[in-house]
Each structure stands twice: as structure tokens, then as C-alpha cells.
């Protein structure tokens, strides 16, 4: 611990710090608080997926600001709200507000196995504490800079799903940026991230693929699309375990222009594709309710076709697997998708044993879940509601990413644009973490021992970061 010094800028993680998954920091600056994001860990469940809330008190956060729908950066949320001290303000943008409502009620729909083995409610919170948290929660627009008390935040457009966004904080003219998960890859409908107009003295960002090079997009959606085919052509069933939202929307855009494109052979019902996926059903008025928020290309398809490009015409809706008629060759979107339980993982359980089926991994796979594991292509797999009974694993095993983080190259250009002289690493696992720290700081090795000397920080879960800032800082 450094000396409490007034003018020591402060970070830590309660969670997110060399991991993936529970994201949630805390900056403090000049007497302010700051919290970003409120996740919880896909590999663990109850209390042991929070963040760690204990070592921190939550009463002093002045606000709390989420960057986007997904579980790692939002499923804490109503808990933190309704179940702890915390009374500052939350702010997030009007399409991931929208998707929060229904994500986490089907959240906790799903981890509603509630009652554990010694009779207790193991539930983090209930479906009221759901409705109560959302009425508190307020929203802010892309570009628009809200002033809480001396704290002055802007949303920007960061990629990665429908709503998401990176922060830029000013306290007393120090500029901090908070990625929060970005892409900047163009894609079928969203913007990709920019680098905001105003400097940042502290750049906050995610190593997900650490020093990872992705294939072009091109490639990888021909191989995607050409890998599916020669599967279903030879009578192969293709799982895809994909999140209920966000780029699974990514996948329907390129499935349903393939299957056009090759109507004759698969279209008509002749090979089907399914999301079997209630909530994504009630999400879809979402994504054509924001168009307007998306990128020029699938507005101007709107505009074009007058009709709207999230209406698919090859996929079919399934809102469970009762009503579903396994014959023949399909392909079918799931969640979740790390494959805990719940539709991804009985399907995974139904077909790995036939050796003509594909389990296609498309998204980010936390350790400890199912879809790490069953990438070490085992011989055999757990069932999920009988741990002693073991399932023969013949599937054939493929991961094409298109999970949209940034992979290595345009990390560092974008570090580079935003030109900080502080770099907190977040969101990563700590060895593609650890080689992102090494590549980064050999990066900016000429401006050692300069004025203009980087310094890179990768800290684990409740470990300080402090940085001195000698007097107000003077807006650049
Ligand atoms: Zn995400």
C-alpha cells in the first residue's frame, strides 16, 4: 500500500484482474469513487461467481457505469443494488438497459437452482430485486458527457455487442478510459470502436487474446460457412453454443445469407437452422429497435430492402428442446454458450457420441467451464445432472472465434492512439496477459526514462495500483 496521498490516482480490481470474468473495478481519484462494471464468473456459481464486494466499501462509490449486457460485466448488478450498501447512481446505454431486463431475468431463471443441498436459498437475488434495480438505473447516450458532483463521463462506441461502450472519465482534468471489451474490426452491424477525441492520461483495457493474432474476417467467415456445409452435407448435426445475445446475432446475419445464397441445397426447410433460445425471441425487437444505433452497411440494408435484416428468413425460433423434431442434418444455435448447463449442454450431450456431428466454438471460453474443456477434444464427457455418468465424446471439435475482442495488433494500435502514460491491464488470463505486458512495455522501450514513459500494470484481483498526479491536472 502506498502512502494515502490526495492527489494518487487509485485502481483496483474486486475482480477481473488476470482473469476473465466477475468484472468489476474501482478507481478513486480526489476523493471520488468509481466503479466499473459488476459481472460475475461463468465458471462458478452463488456467491463464490461475485466479485470480491467484501474487500471494498461499496457505500462510497459515487457511480457505477456498465459497459455492456454481457454476464462477466453485468449479472452482479441487481445484487450490488439490492442486496449491499452501495447507494451511488448507475448509468449504461439505452440498448444494453434494454437487453439487461430480459438477460438477467432469464439469469436468474437459470441459476434459480435456488434452493441447495442444505435447504438454503442459494439464489444472489430474485426477479424483484431484478424490477426495483431497473427503475434506478439511468442511461446515457453515445457521445454525451453527464457531470455527477465533479465526475464528467462520455459514452463511445466500443464494438463487441449492441450497446456496448467504452467510458472516458474526467476528475479535476485527469482522463481515464475505460475499454471495457472492444473491437475494432468492422462487422456486419455494429460500429466499431473509435478513439475518443480528448486525450487519456489512464488507458484501462482488456487482454483477452493477449498477444493473439486473429485471422481476417473473410477467412474465417468462409471457413465458418464451408465447415457447416460439409457437415450437414454429409448428415452431421452442427451445435453451436453461442451467449443469447450479441454475437450470436453476428452469426445468424452470415448464416442466413448463406443459406440464400445456396437455397436450392439447404434452403425451404431442406437443412434447418434453429435458435432454440427463448429470450433471444423477446431480444430480437431490441436489435430492430436500435438499427439506428448500428453501423452504415446494415442501416442502409434497412433503408434498401425496407425490410429488417434482423427478420431472418432461414432461422426458426425454438423455445425449448421438447418442441423440437431431431431429424436429420440441422444446425442449431444454443446458449449458453460455455455449455454449463441448459439447452447447449443437452444437445452437447445428445449428439458428441456420433462422430458425423460438430460442436462449433465461436465465442470466448472462460477456464474452468465446459467449452474449455471439451476443446482438449476428450474421450468422454460428464453428464450435467449425473456427474458419475460418463458420455463417449466422437463429435468432431472446431473453435473459429468470432467472440469480437481485439486480437494483438489491434490492441497496440489502439494503445498507441490513445497515447497514455499509464496502462492497466484487465480481462485477461494471466498468461496472455503477462505476454501482453512484455510485448507493450518492448513496445514503448525508446521512451524509457523520458517524461513520456509508459508503464504497464497488471494487477491481480484486490492488489492497488497508485498513481501520483502532483497538483490539478491541466486538461491537454
Ligand atoms: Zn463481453
Keep these: 500500500m502506498s502512502q494515502s496521498s490526495k492527489n494518487a490516482f487509485k485502481f483496483f480490481a474486486l475482480g477481473g484482474g488476470n482473469e ?61 443494488m439490492q442486496r449491499t450498501n452501495f447507494k ?99 462487422d456486419r452491424h455494429l460500429n466499431s470502436a473509435e478513439v475518443p477525441p480528448l486525450s487519456s492520461d489512464i488507458l484501462i483495457v482488456e487482454s483477452t487474446f493477449g498477444t493473439a493474432t486473429h485471422e481476417p474476417r473473410l477467412s474465417r467467415e468462409k471457413k465458418l460457412t464451408q465447415l457447416i456445409h460439409t457437415t450437414v452435407s454429409q448428415g452431421g448435426r452442427v451445435l453451436m453454443p453461442v451467449f443469447a445475445l450479441g454475437r450470436a446475432q453476428e452469426l445468424m446475419l452470415i448464416l442466413d445469407e448463406f443459406w440464400s445464397q445456396h437455397a436450392d441445397e439447404l434452403g ?56 423440437f423434431q431431431d431429424f436429420g442434418p440441422s444446425v442449431m444455435l444454443a446458449s ?65 472465434s468470432f467472440a469480437a475482442h481485439v486480437d494483438f495488433q489491434e490492441n497496440l494500435e489502439f494503445i498507441e492512439k490513445i497515447n497514455a502514460n499509464n496502462i492497466i491491464l484487465v480481462h485477461g488470463e494471466s498468461n496472455p496477459m503477462g505476454r501482453l505486458k512484455s510485448a507493450l512495455l518492448s513496445n514503448f522501450a525508446s521512451l524509457k526514462g523520458t517524461e513520456n514513459e509508459v508503464h504497464v500494470f497488471n494487477p491481480r484481483n484486490s492488489v492497488e495500483v497508485s498513481v501520483e498526479y502532483t497538483g490539478t491536472k491541466i486538461a491537454k
Excluded at 54 to 63: G, H, R, W, Y
Excluded at 102 to 117: A, C, H, K, P, Q
Excluded at 126 to 154: A, C, R
Aim: proline fraction near 4%; charge should be negative.
Design 88 to 186: 451511488g447512481r448507475v448509468f449504461m446505454t439505452h440498448p444494453t438497459k434494454a437487453i439487461y431486463r430480459w438477460l438477467l431475468r432469464d439469469f436468474v431463471r437459470v441459476t434459480s437452482i435456488g434452493i441447495n443441498s442444505t435447504g438454503e436459498d442459494d439464489n444472489l437475488y430474485t426477479d424483484e430485486d431484478l424490477v426495483e434495480s431497473f427503475d434506478k438505473i439511468e442511461t446515457i447516450d453515445y457521445h454525451s458527457t453527464v457531470d455527477v458532483n465533479g465526475i464528467k463521463f462520455t459514452a463511445y462506441h466500443a464494438g463487441h455487442v449492441l450497446g456496448a461502450a467504452m467510458f472516458q472519465i474526467e476528475i479535476a482534468g485527469l482522463r481515464v478510459l475505460f475499454t471495457g471489451d472492444y473491437s475494432r474490426e468492422t
Design 268 to 323: 425451404g426447410g431442406q437443412v434447418p437452422i434453429f435458435y432454440a433460445s427463448d429470450l433471444a425471441r423477446k431480444c430480437m425487437s431490441v436489435f430492430q429497435t436500435y438499427v439506428n444505433m448500428m453501423n452504415d452497411d446494415i442501416r442502409k440494408k434497412f433503408r434498401d430492402s425496407q425490410t429488417n435484416p434482423f427478420i431472418f428468413k432461414n432461422i426458426s425460433y425454438l423455445k425449448n428442446l421438447e418442441e
Design 20 to 80: 476473465v470474468g466477475r468484472s468489476c473495478h474501482i478507481l478513486q481519484y480526489k476523493g471520488k469513487t468509481i466503479m466499473l462494471d459488476a459481472g460475475i464468473h461463468p465458471a462458478y456459481q452463488g456467491i463464490a461467481s461475485l466479485p470480491f464486494y467484501d474487500d471494498f466499501d461499496l457505500s462510497s462509490v459515487d457511480i457505477l457505469l456498465i459497459s455492456h449486457f454481457h454476464l462477466d460485466h453485468a449479472a452482479s448488478l441487481p445484487y450490488v
Design 336 to 400: 449458453p454458450g460455455m455449455l454449463q448447463s441448459g439447452i447447449s449442454r443437452d444437445l452437447l450431450e445428445r449428439w458428441c457420441p456420433d462422430d458425423k456431428n460438430l460442436v462449433l466454438i465461436t465465442g470466448y471460453s472462460v477456464e474452468g467451464t465446459m467449452a474449455k474443456f471439451i476443446m482438449l477434444e476428450p474421450d468422454t464427457i460428464p453428464s450435467v445432472n449425473n456427474p458419475e455418468i460418463t458420455i463417449p465424446r466422437r463429435c468432431q471439435v472446431e473453435e473459429i
